[in-house]
């Protein structure tokens, strides 16, 4: 399952010192995602006519998190192997403890790991020391890369969800290339067709709707025949995580913004008068549908509550559903349904996403055989493969969400195909990106906590802003 453990305290303690430190961005951190500039990249070594073999007795060492995506990598490695002649020797851990390991070999400089995973956000905090290396001189150079690796196959939200100029309050899609989508989530919702179908419901296509309904199933439901079920899961725990699903996407539906940005200087803005409200009306939705132990929820309870049919509605990652809802997975499986969510006022459905991507190691000695093994790994033919036999979805590439094979698969899920298609165009990163994105977003998860307690949310959040305030920029 994807584990998105999501407490990131020990994260949080490792990499603060490392944002502390001055910007690195002059020490050879490559620009260029679309420049046509690669500043002394070691992609320019490659030269001549591209060859998969050309790195041939070479091992790359590889860290990886305990994850479907890497169930489905690990199992077709032979394939890279018998393709290129490089080994790849590789750790797996758990999410708890994934990004520890990953943070402390990185500002190491060991180079212990060539390549990894990481999730974009997370470029944020390795890309300004310098640890990232600049995929893009890689990706422009065709001695280094083949054409069948086809980067206009990409959806291009996602590829430039991993491009930043390391600058904070830079849009994405510009500067570096330092990561590259390997599999992602949009953030959508799921419900049980057994308790909408009894209670004569439909999926909300308002945000009013849906905080209506959450009650309702949470009044109705156990009369019905389903002990112990409430209205709606969402995240809870105080973690950055709580509010990067459901509430973020709720939150940029109604046009609003986690900062704004003026001359390069970030202004916290989520006490607007507009945020103020629609906060108080998450946390209200919250207490009057949603679970009993809320503070403490992360996407493995939400997760769980779906399939074990004690929650009448999921809001989070669609793969939080897609992983109960596959037969037999779950008490609720077979009876999952996906909707896109309720629009914003304008009509609006942007919606927040995490991709999980891989990344070089800035340090690594083995570039060239890395970077191999990351077209290898984002390539059509590895990617189909994990997405047909293995659960390696959502697709980060066109071609593969519209494969028959594809869709076959996945279309006795109600809803699913329509669900992602109506939503990905419109999902992007909602969040600005800044160094102290972790912290911060904790922060402003603990203040949802506070508000949901009975706390009132104009004198929160103007407390969270003014905190901020002092150290994003």
């Known amino acids: 399952m994807d584990t998105h453990v999501h407490d990131r305290r020990r994260f949080l303690a490792l990499t603060a010192a490392a944002a502390a430190t001055p910007l690195l961005a002059a020490c050879g951190a490559g620009f260029g995602g679309d420049d046509g500039k690669s500043d002394g990249s070691a992609a320019d070594d490659v030269t001549g006519s591209f060859d998969w073999k050309r790195e041939k007795g070479t091992t790359v060492k590889a860290l990886l998190n305990k994850h479907p995506y ?7 490695l032979k394939s890279f192997t018998e393709k290129t002649g490089i080994e790849v020797e590789y750790d797996v851990f758990p999410e708890d403890n994934y990004f520890d390991k990953l943070t402390v070999d990185l500002s190491s400089g060991r180079a ?21 290396e600049d ?43 330092y990561a590259l989508p390997w599999g992602w989530e949009t953030n959508v919702v799921a419900y049980n067709t057994d308790v909408f179908t009894k ?7 308002t945000f009013e709707e849906l905080r209506e309904l959450a009650g309702a199933i949470k009044r109705k439901a156990p009369g019905a025949g389903f002990d112990g079920m409430y209205g709606i899961a ?10 990067h699903p459901g ?7 109604n046009g609003l913004k986690d900062f704004t940005v003026q001359g390069g200087k970030l202004t916290p803005a989520m ?16 207490k009057q549908g949603g679970p009993p132990s809320w503070t403490s929820y992360t996407w493995y309870q939400c997760s769980s509550d779906l399939g074990a049919r004690k929650a009448g509605m999921l809001f989070d990652a669609d793969t939080a559903a897609y992983f109960q809802a596959v037969e037999g997975a779950s008490p609720a499986s077979g009876k999952i349904a996906f909707h896109p969510g309720p629009k914003g006022p304008n009509g609006s459905l942007a919606t927040n996403m995490w991709i999980w991507s891989l990344g070089m190691n ?112």
Do not use: C
Request: charged share 20%.
């Open 362 to 473: 800035a340090k690594s000695k083995k570039k060239s055989a890395s970077w191999l093994f990351l077209q290898w790994a984002t390539g059509k033919e590895h990617l189909l493969k994990g997405a047909i036999t293995h659960n390696h979805i959502d697709p980060v590439r066109k071609s593969i969400a519209d494969a028959g094979a594809y869709k076959d698969k996945m279309r006795h899920l109600p809803g699913f195909i329509e669900t992602f298609e109506t939503v990905v165009d419109q999902t992007k990163i909602q969040f600005t990106p800044q160094a102290q994105f972790f912290d911060a977003t904790t922060s402003w998860a603990s203040a949802l906590q506070e508000i949901y307690g009975g706390s009132g949310a104009k004198s929160v959040l103007d407390d969270l802003a003014g905190d901020l305030a002092g150290k994003v920029g």
């Open 271 to 286: 006490n607007t008068p507009e945020a103020v409200a629609f906060t108080e009306d998450w946390a209200g939705m919250v």
């Open 112 to 132: 212990s790991y060539d390549v990894f995973m990481l999730g974009a956000y997370m470029v944020w905090q390795y890309g300004p020391p310098g640890w990232l």
């Open 247 to 253: 509430f973020m996407t709720m939150y940029a539906r």
């Open 234 to 243: 969402v995240r809870g725990s105080r973690s950055w995580a709580t509010i």
């Open 70 to 76: 890497t169930d489905a990598l690990i199992a077709d």
């Open 199 to 205: 209670l004569g419901l439909k999926p909300a296509e």
């Open 135 to 177: 995929l893009g001189p890689w990706m422009r150079n065709a001695s280094a890369t083949g054409a069948e690796w086809d980067q206009a196959d990409f959806f291009p939200n996602l590829l430039q969800a991993d491009q930043w100029s390391l600058k904070a309050g830079a849009p994405l899609g510009q500067g570096g290339q």
